[in-house]
C-alpha cells in the first residue's frame, strides 16, 4: 500500500536533500532571504507583492544558468542587494 511507503519516501527525501550541492542548497536560502526581506520592506501590501514578484522574476530568469562562476556572480549581486537594503534601514533608524 501506499501508505506503508510513505515513511520510506520521507527519509529517502531526507537522504537526497542532503546529498544536494551545498550551491544548490544556499540558492534556495537566498531565494527564501530574498523574499523575507521584501515581505519585510511591503508586507502584503502592493508594493510588498510589487517586491516579491521582483524577486522571482529575477530567480525565474536565471533558472537555466549551470555556470558556478556565473551562479557565484548572481548570488554576489543578491546578497549585495540584501545588505545594501540593511545598510540604508539602519542609516534611517541613526537618525531618528
Known amino acids: 500500500s501506499s501508505k506503508a511507503l510513505l515513511p520510506f519516501v520521507r527519509s529517502l527525501d ?3 536533500a542532503q ?3 551545498m550551491l544548490e542548497r ?12 521584501a515581505h519585510h520592506i511591503g508586507g502584503d501590501s502592493a508594493k510588498g ?4 514578484q521582483v524577486v522571482k ?8 544558468v549551470t555556470d558556478a562562476a ?3 556572480k548572481l548570488k554576489a549581486d543578491a546578497v549585495r542587494a540584501l545588505s545594501n ?3 540604508m534601514k539602519s542609516l534611517n533608524k541613526s537618525k531618528k
Request: proline fraction near 3%; charge should be positive.
Open 14 to 16: 531526507a537522504v537526497q
Open 19 to 21: 546529498q544536494r550541492p
Open 26 to 37: 544556499t540558492t534556495l536560502q537566498l531565494f527564501r532571504d530574498c523574499l523575507r526581506t
Open 49 to 52: 507583492r510589487a517586491l516579491k
Open 57 to 64: 522574476d529575477g530567480f525565474r530568469k536565471h533558472i537555466g
Open 70 to 72: 556565473e551562479i557565484s
Open 85 to 87: 537594503y540593511l545598510v
